[in-house]
């Protein structure tokens, strides 16, 4: 006896066969067009550095031009938050600094989810953050700044890429934990601080090593101490916060690749194959070295792995302190 097959029941199944049809084909013609490396915070910051170095030999293993677009604002989430909305064709990505993982928590009514809209390609790199004083300043370690902080609570001033940074909130907790006060001066990303800590116009800024170390090196800042948990070998000589007085104190700087959520699973690897690869250039292990930068290179997988925990850690620190957007 024949049966006959309903097409009512039929029709789920072949829908399912030409939509992974359809997906294998977009992703074995990927790519056929340019595509967009969003850097969420304005020129001379460490995420658009990354980007502009990523993107001619990335741009040369594809086949197809990368372009680099700065669109900044609200710690990252404005750039990030493009992304997050774009097509999940594989041509939109974004290079996020660790701002990512606070600003779920800092940003009230964020427009995206940032679990469920974006997909994790990388953990590029992690790296310490530098505390570093004006040359003009008295201040020669973190010590003397504590001590200076808690003769005049308040007076003295330190500068970080913006509020809900990790150098804010890092800052937020040396100051409960050490028992001194400082006032934040936020600003709108690594390029502008380091422009006003070059000048004097803030005495005090902290920021990721590839940010700051230039200008260590050229004599116009200060190192005062790295905030991770041994010392930095970009800067051996800067001990850390935990030997001068906040023992087993730390605060790591990352910076990971995203693209939107439901992006092809074949373009997510190929992409993570193509950045690998990059990394692991002699000349772009040296340069990323000298910047502070630590190479990671992970999958994507432990990229979530890595970025669960740190979204946790610092949103109970943001709700500890009760800091919000614009403190």
């Known amino acids: ?184 001066v936020p600003y709108k990303g690594g390029g502008p601080l380091a422009q006003d800590a070059v000048a004097g116009h803030v005495p005090v800024a902290i920021g990721s090593v590839a940010l700051l170390a230039p200008h260590i090196r050229s004599g116009a800042l200060v190192p005062l101490a790295v905030t991770t948990a041994k010392r930095d070998p970009a800067l051996p000589e800067v001990p850390t916060v935990s030997e001068q007085g906040l023992p087993g104190f730390e605060a790591l700087a990352w910076w990971g690749l995203l693209a939107p959520a439901r992006t092809p699973a074949p373009i997510i690897a190929r992409m993570n194959a193509e950045v690998s690869r990059l990394l692991a250039d002699p000349q772009m292990r040296e340069r990323m070295a000298s910047q502070g930068m630590n190479i990671v290179a992970s999958s994507p997988e432990e990229f979530t792995r890595f970025l669960d925990p740190q979204m946790a850690r610092w949103a109970a620190v943001v709700k500890e302190y009760g800091i919000r957007a614009g403190d």
């Open 1 to 184: 006896m024949i049966r006959r097959i309903s097409w009512r029941l039929l029709m789920p199944a072949l829908a399912l066969v030409l939509t992974c049809t359809g997906a294998s084909a977009q992703s074995d013609a990927w790519p056929s067009r340019p595509i967009r490396l969003v850097s969420p915070f304005p020129p001379g910051g460490t995420t658009d550095l990354l980007a502009r170095l990523f993107a001619p030999p990335l741009s040369r293993a594809l086949g197809q031009q990368v372009i680099v677009e700065n669109k900044s604002g609200a710690a990252g989430s404005i750039g990030t938050g493009m992304v997050a909305k774009a097509p999940p064709d594989g041509y939109s990505f974004v290079l996020v600094f660790d701002t990512h993982a606070v600003n779920p928590s800092l940003i009230p009514n964020m427009p995206f989810d940032t679990r469920a809209d974006l997909a994790p390609v990388m953990l590029i790199a992690t790296g310490a953050m530098v505390m570093t004083a004006h040359a003009s300043q008295p201040y020669r370690s973190f010590t003397a700044l504590m001590t200076a902080a808690r003769q005049k609570p308040g007076t003295i001033s330190y500068g970080t890429i913006g509020t809900g940074s990790l150098a804010h909130l890092a800052m937020t907790q040396m100051n409960s934990q050490g028992k001194f006060t400082t006032s934040h």
